[in-house]
């Protein structure tokens, strides 16, 4: 016999897992990207210039990983959005006594 979960309790444990990637994701690009920086300055001879250039680029492809691994997990609801609530058609105020109407304003035959 076989335990199985219940589907809350699996999505709750995929939730989990695909948030403890969350700070691998971060160092690791972070990484990534001074590393890359220092090979390119050795090969280059420019020492500080592509490493703290690439070291930046790893902090912004970090922090957009983040994002979406956030993002996937925590996809926006919708329950809780009413939508926007439309104006009524403006209503045109009561014509004065005496006063014409659009027909007879653009009536050009009379």
Known sequence: MRNRLS????EALRTVGSL???GLAFVLALVIGFWFGQVLDRWMGTKPLF????FFFGLAAGILNVYRIVSRAYPPSTAGIRPPVQAPPASRPPLAAGSPDETEMHDDDH
């Open 7 to 10: 589907e809350n309790a699996g």
């Open 20 to 22: 403890s990637t969350v």
């Open 51 to 54: 490493t703290i250039v690439f």
